[in-house]
């Protein structure tokens, strides 16, 4: 097989950067071992938050507000349902309000609206949420949810109708990591491997010292029968650093979502894709002490995915230091989503030599931060 680009991976780090490669005439072939949009990907699930709340962060701030512009122009250019503006919330937790008061300094130096609600005026404007214990909400109106999966499978979409080509296949590497396919090496200019929580078993020397791949339970419970207020139009997306949790309003029907974070093992390959029974009563607590409203109403769906922790929780873009046409692009921190189509560009423009990557997406030198200094306050 020879393309100038071949990308690996079809989740939506691979599905953007496939598209962003085929959009500069590049002869684009994407390779993934099951169909883009499948569930096993982290890119699955109905939707993903897509906020600009960062910390101090001003790089990915500037990136999330930039991959809002793209994804409107994206849902305009194909008349799908790809992002509902439903705002997003961040319940500070008294004494525990650094990361939020670092997001309201950065939003007002590069002036991204905002509001800073007390715990009673959450409660007048979104009286879905018990704030007893939270010492301010931080709410920014032009944040909300990515369709996750039409999302996924409007770019291979938009990638085919470029010109690329998708095909099934599973990239395996020998002992030098280079990337093979079908017992031979993938020929390329550029080969860029998207594989998230996968790409540390397959770069075990250069990546998986660097990943921690983490299961995720979330569970959907139902809306109150007659009631909208639980829907996108009436409730922000949330994050709830102080109970480990954040959420989604339900859309199109889904229920809202909310996640307690408790990480878990996964086995990416073997594991049914089922939640952890005991993420049933984290989920039923939680509901009890933030959302009353919820209380007795019953979980209606569920998924299991994945998570990739880098030790900052920053993304990697490098080349590999061995094969100098093979580029390695992931490390979600579970943040990358909302970031696709900015993340796609970049990578693709690193790929072609357009530009060098960011330090902090080097592969090297990499030390855990604080939660204060962190980008997603982990
Ligand atoms: C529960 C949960 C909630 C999240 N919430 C948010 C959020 O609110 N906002 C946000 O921005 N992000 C969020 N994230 C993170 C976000 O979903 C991920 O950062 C993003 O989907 C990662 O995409 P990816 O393309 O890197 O990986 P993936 O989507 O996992 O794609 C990797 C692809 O590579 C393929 N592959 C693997 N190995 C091979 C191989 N050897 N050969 C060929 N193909 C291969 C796989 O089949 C897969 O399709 C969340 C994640 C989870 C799990």
């Given at each position: 097989m020879r393309s100038e680009a071949i990308v690996v991976g079809g989740g939506i780090a691979g599905a953007m950067t496939a598209l962003a490669l085929a959009r500069r005439n590049i002869k684009t072939t994407l390779v993934d071992r099951w169909e883009p949009g499948h569930s096993r990907a982290s890119s699955t699930d109905y939707n993903r938050v897509i906020r600009s709340?960062?910390?101090?962060?001003?790089f990915y701030t500037r990136w999330a507000r930039e991959s809002r512009e793209r994804w409107l122009e994206m849902q305009a250019e194909t008349g799908?349902?790809?992002?509902?503006?439903?705002g997003a919330l961040v319940l500070a937790t008294a004494g525990h309000c650094d990361w939020e008061d670092a997001t309201a300094e950065t939003f007002q130096k590069l002036g991204v609206p905002f509001h800073r609600f007390s715990p009673n005026e959450i409660a007048v404007r979104f009286p879905q949420f018990d704030p007893h214990d939270i010492s301010y909400g931080l709410y920014e109106p032009e944040a909300g949810m990515i369709m996750a999966h039409r999302a996924v499978i409007t770019t291979i979409d938009l990638f085919k109708k470029a010109g690329g080509t998708v095909i099934r296949g599973r990239v395996e590497t020998d002992r030098t990591e280079r990337p093979m396919l079908e017992g031979k090496p993938l020929e390329a200019d550029v080969i860029v491997i998207t594989t998230g929580a996968w790409m540390g078993d397959m770069f075990p020397r250069t990546v998986k010292p660097i990943s921690s791949v983490v299961g995720v339970n979330v569970l959907y419970t139902s809306t109150p029968d007659g009631s909208t207020a639980f829907d996108q139009e009436n409730m922000p997306c949330w994050i709830d650093h102080g109970q480990g949790s954040f959420g989604l309003p339900s859309t199109e029907g889904s229920g809202v979502k909310a996640a307690v974070v408790i990480p878990d093992t996964i086995d990416?390959?073997?594991?049914?894709?089922l939640i952890r029974r005991q993420t049933l009563n984290r989920t039923r607590s939680y509901i009890k002490k933030r959302l009353p409203g919820l209380v007795g109403e019953k979980v209606v769906d569920s998924k299991f995915n994945q998570i990739v922790l880098t030790p900052d929780t920053h993304f990697i873009v490098d080349r590999h230091p061995e094969h100098e046409n093979v580029l390695l692009a992931g490390g979600c921190s579970g943040h990358l989503f909302k970031h696709g189509p900015v993340f796609g560009d970049f990578v693709a423009g690193v790929g072609v030599k357009d530009f060098g990557t960011a330090d902090r997406f080097r592969i090297a030198g990499r030390k855990k931060l604080s939660p204060k200094e962190s980008p997603s306050g982990r």
């Open positions: 709340i960062h910390g101090r962060d001003e799908q349902r790809l992002y509902y503006e439903c990416l390959d073997q594991d049914e894709r």
